[in-house]
């Protein structure tokens, strides 16, 4: 298994519509692939490890896929759609992290 | 919920031992922590979302617990000792993200 993590990093100005990305972005995501994308989850930034320390992203979204040739010829097929919707519920660049689940 | 990531960046030198990650670190985690720990998980860096662009985070840990005050508290009673056991799997300084599960 694999897991995609889009990662929002914090930043003086960055906005992110929490709202919009539960209700619109990712079930746009999880129509759009179907039985492809083996799951799903959101997380939002609350703080470093420190308490009231700033969070190091604002906002997270995961997804699995058994394999990473599965991930990118989803991309292939969806990716454009995926990023023009992006603009709707922020304006912060994402970091994409492609991994291996290992536990 | 909320979820505690350790995220390893990815660095030129940097050493992360997987086999000691997941046999000791991480079970060391879970027996401290008890029914505190709510969930685990761990990943290994593949690439960015690129196919074969570098990976951000050579690895990455997370801990499930159902408030951030819980997470503070097994802190304060077991950082110290986790944080003793780091130089055993990596050399690399980690980013901590305190989130809340939103789905």
Chains 1, 2 share one sequence.
Not at 15 to 30: G, I, N, Q, S, T
Not at 52 to 64: D, E
Request: hydrophobic share 45%.
């Amino acid at each position: 298994m694999i897991k995609v993590s889009v990662l929002y990093p914090h930043k003086d100005g960055g906005r992110f519509d929490m709202d919009y990305y539960l209700a619109k972005h990712m079930p746009l995501v999880r129509q759009r692939l179907g039985a492809t994308l083996k799951g799903m989850s959101v997380e939002q930034g609350i703080s470093g490890g420190a308490p009231n320390s700033p969070a190091p992203f604002a906002a997270l979204g995961h997804l699995l896929f058994d394999t990473v040739s599965a991930f990118q010829s989803a991309m292939a097929s969806h990716g454009a759609e995926f990023m023009a919707d992006i603009p709707k519920f922020t304006n912060i660049e994402p970091t994409i992290q492609v991994s291996e689940v290992k536990m």
